[in-house]
């Protein structure tokens, strides 16, 4: 028997605070020997506009996928533009033994990935956020950066100045104590601790020259080919580290330089390592950070676990 998880109980069960331990393990999974992350499928609908992928992984003890959707016309009709379900195969027959929709827990179980990998990178007393976007993610970028970090400081920067301006509105309610200001780019990441990047672009947001000794850099927003956040010329003077390795390659931000990747000439470090304490992270206080987040099926099933059985236990989990 199928069990069914709605949205409108997901949305009861999720916050920052449960996604983080979930993602934080897909992490770790998805750099061991005993998980498998299959290529991202990115597909069309019937009109082009709107958009699909699929995103598959395997564990020892979990099997599945994340569907994911982007219709651009839907906020005509009520709806939101992204939707997400999360598919868990039982592993004894084959059949699909969970069906979660998950289009809110989408947005934390992203954030979440980009609060793991700050926690493990990020400077312990980074107190200037530079985040780039005015969307939903990155409203929950922020928020889910200062749980884990001493931020006293947002700096906005996006494209539209009103829009820039109701966001930081937004976040100013929801992230607590940092005051948040809209700013120039040049400005923001001259002044910033971490940047983190949520956006669509398909070409670099800022200059490498801007990033200070000791910045931490997220680019969330690239999960697909041609889409790009970061400036190449940055990768030099920093660390570089993703979520899966094979998959940053293809359809995140390092496929960029995959052929300097390829050749030795950048070294390329999952996350999980570090968390295992495989691999060094953050050396000194001057180093650069990068992560790259393009998003990992393991995370949807660790968080779609979770979930599963939060809703059986009927546990409720505060925002």
């Given at each position: 028997?199928?069990?069914?998880?709605?949205?409108?109980?997901?949305?009861?069960?999720?916050?920052?605070?449960?996604?983080?331990?979930?993602?934080?393990?897909?992490?770790?999974?998805?750099?061991?020997?005993?998980?498998?992350?299959?290529?991202?499928?990115?597909?069309?609908?019937?009109?082009?506009?709107?958009?699909?992928?699929?995103?598959?992984?395997?564990?020892?003890?979990?099997?599945?996928?994340?569907?994911?959707?982007?219709?651009?016309?839907?906020?005509?009709?009520?709806?939101?533009?992204?939707?997400?379900?999360?598919?868990?195969?039982?592993?004894?027959?084959?059949?699909?033994?969970?069906?979660?929709?998950?289009?809110?827990?989408?947005?934390?179980?992203?954030?979440?990935?980009?609060?793991?990998?700050?926690?493990?990178?990020?400077?312990?007393?980074?107190?200037?956020?530079?985040?780039?976007g005015a969307g939903h993610q990155a409203l929950y970028e922020c928020v889910a950066l200062a749980r884990v970090l001493p931020l006293k400081r947002v700096l906005v920067v996006a494209r539209d100045?009103?829009?820039?301006?109701?966001?930081?509105?937004?976040?100013?309610?929801?992230?607590?104590?940092?005051?948040?200001?809209?700013?120039?780019?040049?400005?923001?990441?001259?002044?910033?601790?971490?940047?983190?990047?949520?956006?669509?672009?398909?070409?670099?947001?800022?200059?490498?020259?801007?990033?200070?000794?000791?910045?931490?850099?997220?680019?969330?927003?690239s999960d697909a080919r041609g889409k790009q956040e970061l400036p190449p010329g940055l990768f030099a003077r920093a660390r570089l580290f993703c979520d899966l390795p094979s998959q940053s390659v293809e359809i995140g931000e390092f496929q960029h330089v995959r052929d300097e990747i390829d050749r030795g000439a950048l070294t390329l470090t999952a996350i999980?390592?570090?968390?295992?304490?495989?691999?060094?992270?953050?050396?000194?206080?001057?180093?650069?950070?990068?992560?790259?987040?393009?998003?990992?099926?393991?995370?949807?099933?660790?968080?779609?676990?979770?979930?599963?059985?939060?809703?059986?236990?009927?546990?409720?989990?505060?925002?």
């Amino acid at each position: 028997m199928v069990k069914f998880v709605s949205e409108d109980e997901t949305q009861r069960l999720i916050s920052h605070e449960a996604a983080f331990e979930p993602v934080r393990q897909a992490l770790v999974a998805a750099a061991s020997g005993d998980a498998r992350v299959f290529p991202a499928v990115i597909a069309r609908a019937s009109e082009p506009q709107n958009t699909f992928s699929l995103k598959s992984g395997s564990t020892a003890d979990l099997a599945g996928l994340k569907v994911g959707s982007f219709w651009p016309g839907n906020p005509a009709k009520g709806l939101p533009r992204h939707n997400s379900t999360i598919f868990l195969i039982d592993q004894d027959n084959g059949r699909i033994g969970a069906v979660i929709e998950a289009s809110a827990v989408n947005a934390y179980r992203t954030a979440a990935a980009d609060a793991v990998a700050a926690k493990a990178l990020a400077r312990p007393d980074s107190e200037t956020l530079a985040v780039f976007g005015a969307g939903h993610q990155a409203l929950y970028e922020c928020v889910a950066l200062a749980r884990v970090l001493p931020l006293k400081r947002v700096l906005v920067v996006a494209r539209d100045p009103a829009k820039a301006q109701r966001f930081a509105a937004r976040l100013a309610e929801r992230a607590g104590g940092p005051a948040v200001r809209v700013a120039e780019a040049e400005d923001a990441c001259r002044a910033a601790d971490v940047v983190v990047t949520a956006t669509p672009s398909r070409a670099p947001l800022f200059d490498a020259g801007w990033i200070r000794p000791g910045t931490h850099v997220a680019g969330m927003g690239s999960d697909a080919r041609g889409k790009q956040e970061l400036p190449p010329g940055l990768f030099a003077r920093a660390r570089l580290f993703c979520d899966l390795p094979s998959q940053s390659v293809e359809i995140g931000e390092f496929q960029h330089v995959r052929d300097e990747i390829d050749r030795g000439a950048l070294t390329l470090t999952a996350i999980g390592d570090v968390l295992e304490g495989r691999a060094p992270g953050r050396a000194s206080a001057d180093d650069i950070t990068v992560f790259d987040s393009s998003g990992i099926a393991l995370q949807d099933l660790y968080i779609g676990r979770f979930l599963l059985a939060a809703a059986s236990e009927g546990r409720g989990v505060a925002a």
